[in-house]
């Protein structure tokens, strides 16, 4: 895979985050798409390819169980990686998400999780390939 095609999507409605977050995976070599709504962030993941998306929890305006689950009918092999604040969360939506970090724990954290899940996806589209689809 083409370094420039590492795009990371960014779901989230507080700029100055956003653009902290940003900075950081850029500074990694990675390209930031940011969208503050779910209708924009399906948008991004329908015109372009990402390799992961990073999702708050709590945000206004967006349910993001709904979203979590609308990206994995569309795009089953796109890694979402879920932050938060709360050290407990439902488990409904942790069944959705690839990863889940504490905020606290940003934004050094960020960049091997993004690795990890990615590295997690290729390994099941091969598996996937290998058995022909059939599994």
Request: aromatic share 6%; hydrophobic share 45%.
């Amino acid at each position: 895979m083409a370094m420039d095609s590492l795009t990371v999507l960014c779901i989230g409605d507080r700029s100055q985050v956003l653009d902290l977050r940003k900075a950081t995976l850029e500074s990694h070599g990675y390209r930031v798409k940011i969208a503050s709504s779910g209708y924009t962030a399906m948008k991004i993941l329908g015109e372009r390819s990402a390799v992961a998306v990073l999702m708050e929890y709590k945000q206004e305006g967006l349910d993001a169980e709904a979203l979590a689950c609308l990206i994995k009918q569309r795009f089953p092999n796109l890694p979402i990686i879920l932050l938060s604040a709360y050290s407990e969360m439902p488990e409904r939506i942790l069944w959705l998400v690839d990863e889940y970090v504490m905020k606290s724990e940003l934004p050094e954290r960020l960049v091997p999780i993004i690795e990890r899940a990615c590295r997690r996806a290729a390994r099941s589209e091969e598996g996937r390939q290998r058995t022909g689809a059939a599994a």
